[in-house]
């Protein structure tokens, strides 16, 4: 059983306190909670109609979940008479504790006596609502919320946010979403939102799970949250807030200014095939997919609408996206010419037009043959009108011959409105009883697609290593960076790929060291950060005479100079950075390389650590790609010297995490087909605890 059982699905509810208590009472009566409910208060002798005990020790027995609504002091004294009963779990609404700062001593202070408090049973919060049961009607809730208790036997999603404030907005969405569970995380003193999402998740009328994320509890936590939901079949999506958030510390890197905390939780949550999106409505329309159809399995979609201007507007939804609509095959065609007729252009997204509005058979047999395809989802475009000042019964008819399209062929569907509110809410509910699904909106609804069919393909893959990150990296008090001669030996011990180089006190060693590696070399400052902004690198010096001026020149630039062999056959230059995040440990980033690194800011990031179908797939995802690919027919680059290169580089990372803040390598020089990939510049920066 899980820690949180008795407490997620209560037989018994004490509730301490007074005004909020009282409205706990209320609104779990009103949810219609079959169980025992508990007032607890020094001097009342009625909470509504129900009797009020004067402390833990009073109550019948140890009840399954409480709630908390008195101030921060006398809340550490309720958790430990509730513990001491062997309560299932508690809600500690009060506020004033670790979230009012590092100044507030005894804030902190009272955070830890609140843990010690409570020994093993489970306190949520503090500084937080608690929870929404609509399955069982049990509200540790004191505010007002707009959602319905499910139906027996009914099912829904679980969700929980870090804010009080949002989870309230969720619960009044008018969008159909079925909500069997939301909860609220506050500090998290205790009870981390992993813990929390293990618990909803094991219970069985929980079919997908919405998390709002302001940080992360555990590594380990959220690893073992994704494997058991992966176990279960149950898909997550999250909302990560900080894309705004600036790097940690300044940057003496290209890989620091691009792999910022926000990139690192990104990565960590594709890793775990947790769908990320950017909005509580996409949150929302994400979760009502999970909900009906679960992850998909592929990115193919059709789409279907009475409109030219629709269906133009469909397709544009899906550019730039890893979801498409593919052409229809040629039976597909000729069952739709048969309904359609002549005047009617055949595609996909298909403009049906109005000829077979109102023939109910025409459209059952137009939508049959249409979902009858190899897709992964069939959208019908679909706005129904105001109810207010129109009837719309014909929009009826079209959403059922769509669902009974849908039940003949098994296939799976959605409506999707051009505009948000015009998916009626009941309307919606119905929908997801017949099994298709309500979309609000083209944006929403592609954004929601995407992120279905995200979690089915991630899901298709084995489930990746645990990154085995400490939760509590602590980042080097003291830094040291060394120069690209010094960075360039670690890499050549490690076996990575440099190319032939050494350090040169002055000019004439650096002509003797050129002519002994042979021309075309290059020559450094070294000591310098990013050489090319000013200007302390010379490239494709071919005599000895250039050497020389080029190293009267740089000399006074840096702490000495570096003379390295040119690599020739260059086809793309790609940046392979590391750094050390706070939660994650060592994060590898792989972009676009050379002097815009930064501006064209075509990168992605990964958690290590990373398998060489990884590291293919994150440089396949790069716009740069089809460049290494020959594009236009410029020579093939050398991809698997690259991806050989890139394994070797974040072995060595990884051999040597307990030191290593930052390495910058940009470029890596890919060649050509044949001849390599090469370490051109490296920066590494240690640090000492």
């Keep these: 059983m899980h820690r949180l059982e008795r407490f997620l699905r209560p037989k018994s509810i004490a509730v301490f306190g007074g005004e909020a208590a009282a409205a706990v009472v209320a609104r779990s009566i009103k949810m219609g909670f079959a169980g025992e409910i508990w007032p607890v208060h020094p001097s009342k002798d009625k909470v509504g109609d129900r009797q009020v005990y004067r402390s833990a020790a009073d109550l019948p027995g140890p009840p399954d979940a409480a709630f908390i609504g008195v101030n921060r002091n006398i809340t550490v004294e309720v958790v430990k008479g509730l513990a001491e009963r062997g309560a299932g779990g508690a809600v500690c609404y009060a506020a004033g504790f670790s979230e009012t700062g590092a100044l507030d001593e005894d804030g902190k202070r009272l955070q830890a006596e609140l843990v010690v408090a409570a020994g093993e049973m489970p306190i949520i919060g503090p500084n937080c609502y608690g929870m929404i049961n609509y399955a069982d009607g049990a509200l540790l809730w004191p505010d007002e919320h707009g959602g319905v208790r499910l139906p027996e036997s009914g099912r829904g999603v679980g969700i929980i946010t870090q804010s009080s404030s949002i989870a309230i907005n969720i619960t009044m969405q008018k969008r159909g979403l079925p909500i069997a569970f939301i909860m609220t995380a506050g500090n998290q003193a205790q009870t981390g939102l992993s813990e929390m999402a293990l618990g909803l998740i094991e219970d069985d009328r929980v079919t997908a799970l919405g998390l709002h994320i302001e940080g992360f509890d555990s590594v380990a936590g959220f690893e073992r949250l994704a494997a058991r939901a992966r176990e279960l079949r149950k898909p997550i999506v999250a909302l990560k807030v900080g894309r705004s958030e600036q790097a940690q510390r300044a940057t003496v890197s290209h890989t620091a200014s691009l792999a910022g905390s926000d990139a690192a939780s990104g990565a960590f949550l594709r890793r775990l095939g947790i769908a990320r999106v950017e909005s509580i409505p996409i949150l929302i329309e994400t979760l009502k997919l999970l909900h009906v159809t679960g992850p998909l399995p592929g990115y193919r979609l059709s789409s279907m609408s009475c409109s030219g201007g629709e269906a133009s507007v469909m397709a544009d939804s899906a550019e730039g996206r890893h979801i498409h609509f593919p052409p229809l095959n040629v039976d597909q065609s000729a069952k739709l010419r048969a309904t359609l007729g002549p005047l009617v252009a055949i595609a996909n997204p298909l403009d049906y037009n109005t000829f077979i509005w109102s023939n109910e058979r025409a459209l059952i047999e137009t939508f049959t043959a249409m979902v009858s395809g190899d897709f992964d989802l069939n959208m019908l475009v679909l706005d129904f009108p105001r109810d207010d000042r129109c009837l719309g019964a014909d929009r009826f008819t079209v959403a059922r011959a769509f669902e009974t399209a849908l039940k003949n062929t098994r296939a799976r569907g959605a409506i999707t ?43 298709r893959r084995p489930q990746p290593d645990s990154i085995g990150a400490s939760p509590h990296v602590v980042t080097a008090s003291k830094r040291l960076i060394l120069d690209e001669a010094e960075t360039k030996a670690r ?79 260059c086809v793309a230059e790609l940046i392979v950075g590391f750094t050390r995040d706070p939660m994650f440990g060592a994060v590898m980033t792989l972009g676009t390389g050379g002097v815009l690194v930064e501006l064209l800011r075509d990168s992605v990031t990964l958690m290590l650590p990373a398998t060489r179908d990884d590291i293919e797939a994150a440089l396949r995802g790069l716009k740069l790609y089809p460049v290494l690919e020959g594009y236009r027919g410029r020579p093939k680059a050398d991809v698997k010297a690259a991806i050989d290169a890139i394994t070797g580089i974040a072995d060595f990372v990884r051999k040597n995490a307990h030191e290593i803040e930052e390495l910058d390598i940009n470029p890596l020089i890919v060649c050509a087909q044949g001849k390599g990939a090469w370490i051109a510049d490296a920066l590494l920066v240690l640090g000492e605890k």
């Design 491 to 569: 890499l050549i011990n490690a076996g990575c790929p440099v190319p032939k180089g050494v350090r040169a006190g002055g000019p004439d060693e650096a002509v003797a060291f050129s002519e002994a590696i042979g021309f075309a070399v290059a020559v450094k400052a070294l000591g310098v950060a990013h050489k090319s902004e000013i200007g302390a690198v010379r490239l494709n010096l071919m005599d000895a005479e250039s050497v020389k001026a080029a190293a009267r020149d740089l000399l006074p630039l840096g702490t000495g100079l570096y003379v390295e062999r040119m690599v020739r056959n």
């Design 417 to 459: 409105s051009t505009l948000p509110e015009n998916m009626p809410e009941n309307y919606a509910a119905q929908m997801i009883g017949s099994g298709a699904v309500p979309l609000s909106g083209f944006s929403e609804a592609m954004s929601a697609v995407e992120a279905a069919a995200f979690i089915g393909a991630v899901w």
